[in-house]
């Protein structure tokens, strides 16, 4: 009978080292898919900035080839993009530092920088286009 005791004993002991060792798995598995989905939204958010900058830079050159753009237009838009390349690097960076320490922070203000500052590049971009009154069809 002692033997049985202590194999329920066991066994007990044995569920309930499972059913802890499961919490704490849900717990980290919970926090991990946290991180896995702010790290994946960043990394699109890189990514979607990176490809929409590579687009309006791309139709600005062909729009400086056809109109014949000025020197002194295009350099606004070189200004602008200068400062688009610093805040992505900068961004990259606060993204690496998010991705190995979980530096949310960093990373808020980062890639909230990043919009602005694309949003600026966009715009100068439509500003230097509408000098031309060249009418862009939608």
């Given amino acids: ?12 002991f044995m569920k309930i080292k499972t059913i802890t060792s499961l919490l ?12 896995v989905t702010t790290q994946s939204t960043a990394a699109k958010l890189i990514a979607s900035t990176a ?11 062909t729009f ?6 000025s020197e002194a ?14 805040a992505m690097l900068i961004t990259k960076t ?9 530096d949310k922070e960093s990373w ?15 715009m100068t971009i439509s500003e230097q286009q509408s000098k031309y009154n060249v009418v862009i069809p939608k």
């Fill in 73 to 86: 237009d295009q350099q606004p838009i070189r200004n602008a993009y200068a400062t688009y390349q610093h």
């Fill in 51 to 61: 490809t929409t900058v590579d687009n309006a830079m791309k139709g600005w050159a």
């Fill in 94 to 102: 606060a993204y690496s530092d998010l991705v190995s320490l979980g």
């Fill in 24 to 35: 704490i798995t849900l717990t980290l598995l919970v926090i991990n898919i946290g991180c």
């Fill in 108 to 122: 808020a203000k980062a890639s909230t920088t990043l919009s602005g500052i694309t949003r600026s590049l966009i």
């Fill in 1 to 12: 009978m002692l033997v049985t005791y202590v194999s329920n004993q066991h066994i007990y």
């Fill in 64 to 69: 400086v080839v056809i109109h014949g753009v």
